[in-house]
């Protein structure tokens, strides 16, 4: 498995969907390439960011909105 193809399984193996097969190969790219691991570490962590972000409520200041529907002409 080249570097390119693990990237493209890496949201698969964090959910669990990948082949049993497709896996193993991807576990043992893992274990001789420290690029690809830091690389899936920070998939990880941007993923656990966005959950974060997405749990907290920022409040959007009224004239923020009024200034953003009176660009779009609302």
């Known amino acids: 498995m080249t570097c390119r193809e693990a990237v493209e399984f890496i949201f698969d193996y964090l959910e669990g969907t990948l082949e049993p ?9 893992l274990a001789l390439c420290i690029a690809c691991v830091a690389y899936l570490r920070t998939y990880e962590q941007t993923i656990r ?3 974060v972000s997405a749990a907290v409520e ?5 004239e923020v909105v ?3 529907l009176a660009s779009r002409g609302v």
């Open 66 to 68: 009024q200034a953003i």
């Open 58 to 62: 920022v409040p959007v200041p009224e």
């Open 21 to 29: 097969v497709t896996r193993n190969e991807f576990e043992r790219h």
């Open 49 to 51: 960011m966005a959950r």
